[in-house]
């Protein structure tokens, strides 16, 4: 179930209580159909944050769906109960998308054959993030990706 952080407030009930992070957290069953379901939750989750140009918001959601797949299809398999966690965070001009699942062994790069249908998701999250990486003794994968307009190197 999704859910978003909000300071404690004394005197005032948590429903008027002004966000302290932009977070949406959720654990969903490692199982294909759910991998859409992590797209329009990050969706969602970022057209109600301000300040997310919609160009990267869409490159977001394209990495929230690279690294779900990742988890489901490589973080325990599909035939176990495990859940999959997302953690979708706007902060400091950035956004920090992390999956975790039940597996330690990291996620990394391949090189895909031309012909191949698989194999070029973390290629795409790379070009997209700023920067990824793993952390939790490899379980989680994380990304950053910028909110703001980046120089471009020369």
Known sequence: MAHEHFPRTPGR???HAEPLWNTVEVFLPSSPPYIG??????AGAMERWDGI??????DTVLIVSELMTN???????TDT???????IEHSDGQLLVEVTDSSSK???LKSAGVQATNGRGLQL???LATAWGTSNTNRTTWARVATEPQELAC
């Open 125 to 127: 999250v790379e070009k």
């Open 37 to 42: 379901m992590s797209r329009r939750i990050a």
């Open 53 to 58: 140009p919609p160009e990267v918001a869409a």
């Open 81 to 87: 109960p495990q859940a999959v966690g997302l953690r």
């Open 13 to 15: 009930p948590p429903s």
């Open 106 to 108: 990291p996620a990394r």
């Open 71 to 77: 988890a489901v299809q490589h973080g325990g398999g």
